[in-house]
Nanobody
Framework: QVQLVESGGGSVQAGGSLRLSCAAS?????????MAWFRQVPGKVHAFVAG????????YYADSVKGRFTISRDNAKNTVFLQMNSLKPEDTAVFYC???????????????????WGQGTQVTVSS
């Protein structure tokens, strides 16, 4: 069983930056996992934000965050990151880290493709 713990959320003004971290534990080999970030606002389903394959060579982004957000991973530290720049009020959401047993993330946009989820961290962007 993989446990995922997010950190780094908070409140910022529009145009600001935040860096989210997700630490994984309980897994034999973190580098076997495809990783992603999703976000959710009240009344909506989880929305894909960014994904990264096991070796970090391939990354995927929602159109709404391309050029502003960067996903990365450190397999030596069992951690995945989401650097968020030029934040907008519409980025306000609970951000979730997710792990997939599929290391190449064939269906990276689908929440159902992920096997493990963190508890979420709130990001609030004020105008």
């Amino acid at each position: 069983q993989v446990q995922l713990v997010e950190s780094g959320g908070g409140s910022v003004q529009a145009g600001g930056s935040l860096r989210l971290s997700c630490a994984a534990s309980g897994c034999t080999t973190f580098s076997n996992l495809g990783m992603a970030w999703f976000r959710q606002v009240p009344g909506k389903v989880h929305a894909f934000v960014a994904g990264i394959t096991w070796n970090g060579y391939n990354t995927y982004y929602a159109d709404s965050v391309k050029g502003r957000f960067t996903i990365s991973r450190d397999n030596a530290k069992n951690t995945v990151f989401l650097q968020m720049n030029s934040l907008k009020p519409e980025d306000t959401a609970v951000f979730y880290c997710a792990a997939s047993a599929n290391p190449v993330l064939v269906r990276y946009r689908a929440p159902g493709a992920y096997d493990f989820w963190g508890q979420g961290t709130q990001v609030t962007v004020s105008s």
